[in-house]
């Protein structure tokens, strides 16, 4: 019975976990699992005989490092990544799998290419004949790592690679099996060209550190193939333009339920969302469970954890690559002139809502740039103590290509998810940001008290929306006049005071945002010194500028010049 292996009582555990000490979204697909290996869902199936005949291969094969045969090495995790991923069928046609995608977001030395080599040898063994399979990484070297955990295993188990008559032909370049004809190759997307492959099953490695491009062409490659299976891992990377962050995003909207697509099998091994926010993670081991499953049942694992968690606490510029790599949180290290750090800015964050709006006095910030690059649009008013914003951008539509791989950003999923709009081609359409401004009394039904704006770019502009008897302010861009809103924008996050709209972009914004202090020690956000685009941030501070002046000195105040 394949409910007393492993896997089964792997993904009991995880679905009864009350300690949080498994993550939100491996509880759920524990609990999708388990559906259909008790035999409720309609479609999908966990075959007997496809785990019995895993089960036997994996005695078969001896783990390098622990020198056991791999079905008593194997971590709880990787039972239920093989058994489930290998051994869910369809209802309707047991011979095929059901979960086409294997996704795994798993913090750094938790052995995850290891058990995709194992699930490698697997298939190589039981796939058809003359099976193809590739995996593909940034560079050959990353592809390859692949590649020598299969030759390692190989060579390590007498019943797969016997000098006589070896099961296994270890290449330089590709493994062979010599029983089925089936081999893989490792691809480098910085050197082949992944077209005209035909993949039965392929493996993305660090998908963080790639686009999308290696795994879409790799999928393009299996249309015809009806048993196909792509596996992609990674842990964390700090640049926000890369393929697993789409992955991650499809697989959670198939866990809960918004997209049709159920045969996504994911293991994201990531803190909840309240827990990666703030400090947290300096405190709380569950953040350190939630991203490392191995520390569950490895005590030194957790006190290794432990003590990088203190560093990374200690020495700031260890916190970047801790947070990325070891609890799979999303973060870039502000550096020594960081404005604030962007964990703290999302403790802020709240969700779109329109209504909430209505009615209230808004005070605008206004970015234009140059008319080839970003350009910002900040609304901020005031409730209780707490400073409220909503930040759009505006791109040229015709470089947001360019400007994705340039910057590290995903433009056109930003600009779908509603954090900015595309106007324009090769420069932003000033009309259209014309149009925003002046359609917000009527779209959400504020009231637009002023506009502050850097004179730089804006004459044309500003004297449009002060022809339709909107009153603009010129901020002047110098550290006399932008310390104090900069100071109380920062002490307004700090204290939990402000509240923005859900926008990636923002939060993006503020961890480029870099910052210069003056003779006088009045700081204010550099647009030079900043390592990408803070227009949106710009735009917030010159808002809450105009917000700070009414609360000082009323409708009457006097604008502040150099």
């Not at 993670?281 to 499953?293: C, G, I, K, S």
């Not at 004179?455 to 022809?467: C, D, G, H």
């Not at 917030?540 to 809450?544: D, F, K, L, P």
């Given at each position: 019975m394949y409910k007393k292996n492993p896997a089964y009582k792997y993904a009991s555990m995880c679905a009864s976990d009350t300690r949080r000490r498994v993550p939100h979204y491996v509880k759920m697909q524990a609990e999708s699992w388990l559906n259909i290996a008790d035999g409720f869902d309609k479609e999908a199936m966990v075959d007997e005989e496809t785990v019995a005949r895993i089960e036997r291969l994996l005695k078969l094969m001896i783990h390098p490092d622990m020198n056991c045969p791999m079905n008593e090495g194997l971590e709880p995790y990787a039972w239920f990544l093989i058994i489930a991923g290998l051994c869910t069928k369809l209802k309707k046609k047991h011979n095929i799998r059901y979960y086409t995608t294997i996704l795994l977001e798993i913090a750094r030395k938790n052995f995850k290419t290891f058990n995709s080599g194992?699930?490698?040898?697997?298939?190589?063994?039981?796939?058809?004949?003359?099976?193809?399979?590739?995996?593909?990484?940034?560079?050959?070297?990353l592809s390859s790592e692949l590649k020598l955990a299969i030759r390692k295993i190989i060579k390590s188990s007498p019943a797969l690679y016997d000098e006589a008559d070896p099961a296994f032909k270890l290449l330089?370049?590709?493994?062979?099996?010599?029983?089925?004809?089936?081999?893989?190759?490792?691809?480098?997307?910085?050197?082949?060209?992944?077209?005209?492959k035909t993949a039965h099953a392929f493996l993305a490695d660090e998908a963080g550190a790639m686009d999308a491009y290696p795994i879409e062409a790799m999928r393009s490659s299996q249309i015809n193939i009806q048993n196909k299976l792509g596996i992609v891992i990674s842990t964390q990377y700090p640049n926000d333009n890369n393929s697993m962050i789409d992955e991650i995003d499809k697989a959670k909207k198939s866990l809960d339920g918004l997209i049709d697509n159920k045969r996504i099998f994911s293991l994201l091994y990531e803190p909840d969302d309240e827990l990666a926010s703030g400090e947290t993670?300096?405190?709380?081991?569950?953040?350190?469970?939630?991203?490392?499953?191995v520390s569950l049942t490895s005590p030194e694992m957790l006190e290794n954890l432990k003590e990088k968690r203190l560093d990374a606490i200690l020495y700031p510029n260890k916190r970047e690559n801790f947070l990325c790599k070891h609890c799979n949180i999303l973060y870039k290290g502000i550096g020594a002139e960081g404005y604030i750090d962007v964990q703290k800015v999302k403790q802020c964050r709240r969700d779109r809502n329109d209504e909430w709006w209505r009615?209230?006095?808004?005070?605008?910030?206004?970015?234009?740039?140059?008319?080839?690059?970003?350009?910002?649009?900040?609304?901020?008013?005031?409730?209780?103590?707490?400073?409220?914003?909503r930040v759009t951008g505006f791109i040229p539509a015709d470089r947001a290509d360019a400007k994705s791989k340039k910057e590290g950003v995903d433009?056109?999923?930003?600009?779908?998810?509603?954090?900015?709009i595309a106007c324009g081609s090769e420069v932003v359409d000033y009309s259209t940001v014309e149009e925003y401004i002046l359609t917000l009394e009527s779209n959400l039904g504020v009231v637009i008290q002023s506009i502050g704006y850097d004179?730089?770019?804006?004459?044309?502009?500003?004297?449009?929306?002060?022809?339709e008897g909107i009153e603009c302010v010129e901020v002047k861009q110098h550290s006399s006049v932008l310390h104090a809103p900069t100071k109380l924008l920062k002490e307004a996050i700090l204290e939990k005071k402000f509240a923005y709209d859900d926008n990636r972009l923002l939060e993006i914004n503020f961890q480029n945002a870099k910052c210069t202090e003056d003779t006088n020690l009045n700081k204010y956000v550099n647009k030079k010194r900043s390592s990408g685009k803070v227009d949106m941030v710009v735009a917030?501070?010159?808002?809450?500028y105009l917000l700070q002046q009414e609360q000082l000195y009323g409708m009457d105040f006097v604008i502040q010049t150099v």
């Open positions: 194992i699930i490698f040898i697997l298939l190589m063994l039981t796939e058809p004949d003359f099976s193809r399979f590739f995996s593909v990484a940034p560079d050959l070297q330089r370049s590709e493994i062979r099996c010599n029983i089925n004809d089936n081999e893989y190759k490792p691809l480098a997307y910085s050197e082949d060209r992944m077209d005209g993670w300096m405190t709380d081991d569950r953040v350190l469970y939630q991203a490392n499953p009615g209230r006095r808004v005070w605008l910030g206004l970015d234009l740039s140059l008319s080839d690059d970003n350009t910002s649009v900040a609304m901020v008013t005031e409730d209780d103590g707490i400073i409220y914003s433009y056109k999923r930003l600009a779908k998810e509603g954090n900015c004179r730089w770019n804006a004459i044309s502009t500003i004297q449009k929306l002060e022809a917030t501070i010159n808002a809450v």
